[in-house]
């Protein structure tokens, strides 16, 4: 069984920077691309962005310039290192993963239960 568990969010000040962590748990023979979305109220959720395991980075228009993902392949776990946050960053923010647990021979696609991240004054 695989867990994915995001850690790092919470309330920041526009202008201000957050990093979240996800960390991938459990059988897991090989994480391949992982990734950050997120979902405001009453929207769609939104690719933020996504890392390969050689490091090849991906990200939303939204974002760009202004966050950082990064990602540790020996700890299954990604970064996203979030600077001059606006209030319309505010999204509950999702880990995504491409896994191959060592019960199957498929990658399956996990995703983590979500972390609330508000930029508010």
């Known amino acids: 069984q695989v867990q994915v568990v995001e850690s790092g969010g919470g309330l920041v000040q526009p202008g201000g920077s957050l990093r979240l962590s996800c960390a991938a748990s459990g059988n897991i023979f090989m994480a391949f691309t992982m990734g950050w979305y997120r979902q405001a109220p009453e929207n769609q959720r939104e690719r933020i962005a996504t890392?390969?395991?050689?490091?090849?980075?991906n990200y939303g228009d939204s974002v760009k310039g202004r966050f950082i993902i990064s990602r540790d392949n020996a700890k299954n776990t990604v970064y996203l290192q979030m600077n001059s946050l606006k209030p319309e960053d505010t999204a509950v923010y999702y880990c995504?993963?491409?896994?191959?647990?060592?019960?199957?021979?498929?990658?399956?696609?996990?995703w983590g239960q979500g972390t609330q991240v508000t930029v508010s004054s």
């Open positions: 995504n993963a491409d896994i191959l647990p060592t019960s199957t021979g498929s990658v399956e696609e996990y």
């Open positions: 890392i390969t395991r050689s490091n090849i980075t």
